[in-house]
């Protein structure tokens, strides 16, 4: 039973953290889609286009937040290796879990801190100041990948996703440079 549930939260969450990082993706995609056609549009027809300031921003801002969730559930935050290896066996389990736990503790406090924010321009109907676009469907999805960054943490703290060891990254790096180094 432990096992399978175990199975469902690490697959859902997977799932989830995909989707986001492919919303991620093509949210960059369309940053670049929008600043070429600008640049085309103020070299040929000598007026850019009006919106890519904002628009830019927005999905700047989305992706950097979609993406979250994806690297916490890969683990390819930046680390502080001189700690993080200082420690071995039992007291680099119970750093991890410290890590975990601040983890958790931060993205709480994130996402307490994000939906006031988010509520405040749902009530208001916030728009951008040039293109008018509604600020609220972007905000949105800053508590929900937050949200979601913190579960992977709960998963991961309570064993439901499988903690990864540093010497863990470090081989599975060392085996893509040889991978490259052979292709």
């Known amino acids: 039973m432990r096992k399978t549930l175990k199975k469902i939260t690490a697959q859902g969450l997977e799932m989830l953290a995909l989707a986001c990082a492919g919303a991620a993706a093509l949210g960059m995609v369309t940053i670049v889609g929008v600043i070429v056609t600008s640049v085309l549009m103020r070299k040929f027809a000598n007026s850019p286009l009006h919106i890519t300031e ?3 921003g927005l999905l700047l801002s989305v992706s ?3 993406g979250l969730p994806m690297v916490t559930l890969r683990a390819k935050h930046v680390r502080i290796a001189l700690v993080a290896n200082m420690f071995k066996g039992k007291w680099h389990v119970a750093v991890q879990i410290v890590a975990l736990m601040i ?3 931060f993205f709480t406090w994130l996402i307490v801190e994000s939906i006031p924010w988010f509520e405040f321009a749902f009530k208001r109907n916030l728009k951008t100041e040039t293109t008018r676009i ?3 469907p972007w905000m949105a999805l800053m508590p929900l990948s937050l949200s979601l960054t913190c ?3 709960f998963a991961r703290l309570f064993g439901f996703i499988d903690r990864i060891d540093d010497n863990d990254t470090e081989i599975e790096s060392g085996q893509n440079e040889q991978g490259e180094a052979n292709s």
């Open 54 to 56: 904002e628009v830019v």
């Open 64 to 66: 950097l937040f979609l």
């Open 103 to 105: 983890g958790v503790g």
């Open 134 to 136: 509604l600020l609220y």
């Open 151 to 153: 579960a992977i943490l």
